[in-house]
């Protein structure tokens, strides 16, 4: 620690000439001057009310009359003052030598108690440059912890109540003086030893302010942090919902870089190790566009109508699905090892048609709606589920939507063969106390994630190699890219719930006579046409589920759940969040017009087949078996969302009808023979649903 001149080691040392003594003369950080009294000389010469002067009796002090100022310590008004170790004090003031009859704040140690701790700081005041409440406070929190870990300790309670409410002077400014017309105070004499109380209780805090100065925040000249700053765990609740959706925000729209923790050395997009780890994902190997990492912000995909993020993509932000389980992708006939560049399970060399499944990059818009309609279809299905008795079936039903039948055969065993929509995941089963979850998972374009916080946490680790707490582990570092607790839960909270309050899209109809004509038609024909079967144009959301709440209570493990922590709710429909909303009717239900029912259905030739299953195993020969069932596309927004359909090969509207196959041909085939005016008529209806600009407040406009 710094000494002044003449100051020895301890400022508590025994000894004479060099012994340091407190000024005789200062300014109370209240803002009343003391002056100088005469004493013995056996007496010290501190006039400050310091806890080391304070410490003698007051008999002691009393014994100091007779100079000038003396009466400071022993007239009328008494106040009382909370020092070091709760202890307290019987302190007098003389209001009478006090023109402007200022009252003293002795509910504190003033700044002055803490002259003998030196020049330790910018001005000479400790670690924060003569701010003693700051000081006071950070030293009375780690004494405290230094004393009693795990407790809280008195004394360190009591530091941390004494603390100056204005700045006090720097002890640069302060002197010691022995003035004679002021009292005359003898000098060359040895002061008292200090009591060993103090002394312990010195070294305590010498040790306290080392701690200090080791947790001030490092400097952030040269660093390159996309995200300074992150949300502690628990501050999403007490955070006022604009400042949580503005963290969100910079959450998505971050450009993340090694220094977040970005990218993932040793780990592959699925979370597991790498099968090679001697080839770590750095340098050259550090980005892969099929295996990932494959971008730097989310915002890097989702951007588009009119820059929002959150949006979709176009054709070149599409992503290879299913890529990411192989570490880094490269096509070498050389390379035999099976998911590490070029050979799959089986052992056959991928292609780049048949390494990864290609799907364009969706937008967000209106999720919290949609991810709230599902929660609420889920329990219908549950709650019908729950009826069905051994040897019974039952038709399973959600808001209008028929999701096939269900049956608990006489043996005990749920049947799901006839259940119709719904994904491998939520139709795994076994005797009659495991029935089938049931659950709807609204994202994917397969129907493979439950909710935006799944979506949220995959993609996050997939795409950028930011790994969250909540699915990696608190303090690790799995990804061995030397970061940990690369976002939190609040984090995954905050940038969720800014998904799920995003704009929903409206409808623009231009105000032309003969458009106008031609849309009703063409919304008439595509119900007419079987279209309206599966893309159903509204569904209600009843008994507040316009309250979005996180977690959702049916995330699967590895993702936050209901009940772990308590919910964070927010009303969609305010009108404080981003427009247009949707807003109760008089009957009391949201209608989401999404045009979709929420089902998974075959709708593809050969030709649009993927080459994998996402809703299969790894491991298993399903995996290769392809997929051409997906989730019924959501239509509002659909116009501004190009390219279409799963893969994003399609530019028009027409050429995304006339691809439909499957369960939807019969529609594609009535589509064919329309008159060409109704054709048209159809896609100018369809070219009315859109992402409406940023600042819009109404569902329709021209």
Same mark, same amino acid.
């Given at each position: ?17 060099? /012994?340091? #003594? +407190?000024?005789?003369?200062? !300014?109370?950080? $209240?803002?009343?001057? @003391?002056?100088?009294? &005469? *004493?013995? %000389? ?124 204005? /700045?006090? #002077? +720097?002890?640069?400014?302060? !002197?010691?003086? $022995?003035?004679?017309? @002021?009292?005359?105070? &003898? *000098?060359? %004499? ?513």
């Amino acid at each position: 620690m710094p000494r002044r001149a003449g100051q020895t080691s301890s400022a508590f040392s025994n000894g004479s000439a060099g /012994r340091a #003594r +407190p000024p005789a003369k200062a !300014r109370c950080s $209240s803002g009343w001057r @003391r002056t100088t009294r &005469r *004493r013995s %000389r056996r007496s010290s010469a501190c006039t400050w009310k310091t806890w080391w002067a304070i410490s003698r009796s007051r008999a002691r002090m009393r014994r100091t009359s007779g100079g000038r100022g003396t009466a400071t310590w022993n007239r009328q008004r008494r106040t009382r003052s909370r020092c070091f170790l709760n202890r307290r004090f019987s302190i007098s003031a003389s209001s009478a030598e006090r023109g402007d009859r200022r009252r003293t704040d002795s509910s504190c140690v003033r700044g002055s108690d803490m002259w003998w701790m030196g020049s330790s700081g910018a001005a000479n005041g400790g670690p924060h440059g003569g701010d003693a409440a700051h000081w006071c406070r950070r030293v009375g929190d780690l004494v405290g912890a230094a004393l009693l870990p795990g407790r809280q300790d008195r004394s360190a309670a009591s530091v941390a109540e004494c603390v100056p409410p204005r /700045r006090t #002077r +720097p002890l640069s400014r302060l !002197r010691r003086t $022995s003035a004679p017309d @002021r009292g005359g105070v &003898r *000098r060359g %004499r040895a002061a008292p030893a200090a009591p060993l109380m103090w002394t312990a209780l010195s070294a305590l805090l010498v040790v306290a302010l080392g701690r200090v100065a080791a947790q001030e925040p490092a400097s952030s000249i040269g660093q390159e942090l996309a995200v300074p700053s992150h949300l502690q765990d628990g501050r999403e609740f007490s955070l006022p919902l604009e400042q949580l959706l503005a963290h969100g925000r910079r959450l998505f729209e971050a450009i993340w870089t090694e220094e977040d923790g970005g990218g993932r050395p040793l780990t592959k997009g699925t979370g597991r190790p790498l099968t090679d780890t001697s080839r770590p994902l750095n340098g050259a190997r550090a980005f892969n566009r099929i295996s990932g990492p494959d971008a730097n912000s989310c915002a890097g995909c989702h951007n588009a109508p009119y820059g929002i993020s959150g949006g979709h993509g176009e054709f070149v932000t599409n992503v290879s699905l299913l890529g990411q389980r192989f570490d880094f992708v490269t096509f070498d006939p050389a390379d035999r090892l099976p998911t590490r560049g070029t050979v799959d399970e089986t052992g056959r060399p991928a292609l780049l048609q048949t390494v990864a499944d290609s799907r364009r990059t969706t937008g967000m818009f209106g999720a919290g709606y949609l991810e709230m309609l599902a929660r609420q279809m889920t329990e219908e299905l549950q709650r019908i589920r729950v009826t069905i008795k051994v040897g019974e079936s039952k038709p399973l039903v959600a808001k209008g939507v028929s999701f096939g039948t269900l049956t608990l055969t006489k043996q005990g065993v749920w049947d799901t063969s006839k259940v119709q929509g719904l994904g491998r995941l939520s139709l795994i089963a076994g005797d009659s106390t495991h029935p089938p979850s049931l659950i709807i998972r609204p994202w994917h374009q397969a129907s493979n994630i439950v909710s935006i916080r799944e979506f949220t946490n995959t993609a996050f680790n997939q795409h950028h190699g930011i790994q969250s707490t909540e699915r990696f582990g608190r303090g690790t570092d799995p990804d061995g890219d030397g970061v940990r607790n690369e976002l939190t839960v609040a984090d995954v909270t905050a940038v969720s719930v800014w998904q799920a309050t995003l704009q929903v899209p409206g409808r623009v109809i231009p105000r032309d006579p003969a458009i106008e004509r031609a849309v009703a038609i063409g919304e008439r024909a595509f119900s007419e046409i079987g279209c309206a079967t599966c893309h159903v144009p509204r569904l209600p959301l009843r008994s507040n589920g316009w309250i979005y709440t996180e977690p959702n209570p049916f995330n699967p493990a590895t993702n936050l759940r209901s009940g772990e922590t308590r919910d964070l709710k927010v009303d969609l429909s305010s009108d404080a969040l981003p427009q247009p909303r949707l807003h109760p009717d008089s009957s009391g239900a949201v209608w989401v017009d999404a045009y979709t029912d929420f089902k998974l259905h075959d709708i593809c030739d050969a030709a649009d087949r993927e080459p994998l299953d996402m809703n299969q195993p790894q491991w298993s020969d399903t995996l290769r078996q392809g997929n051409c069932r997906f989730l019924t596309k959501r239509l509002w927004g659909a116009a501004n969302e190009k390219p279409y359909f799963h893969h994003g090969l399609f530019t028009t509207l027409r050429q995304a009808i006339l691809a439909h196959s499957g369960e939807a041909k019969s529609s594609r085939v009535a589509f064919q023979a329309l008159p060409a005016a109704e054709r048209d008529a159809v896609v100018e209806f369809l070219k009315t649903l859109q992402v409406l600009p940023p600042g819009t407040k109404d569902l329709v406009v021209d």
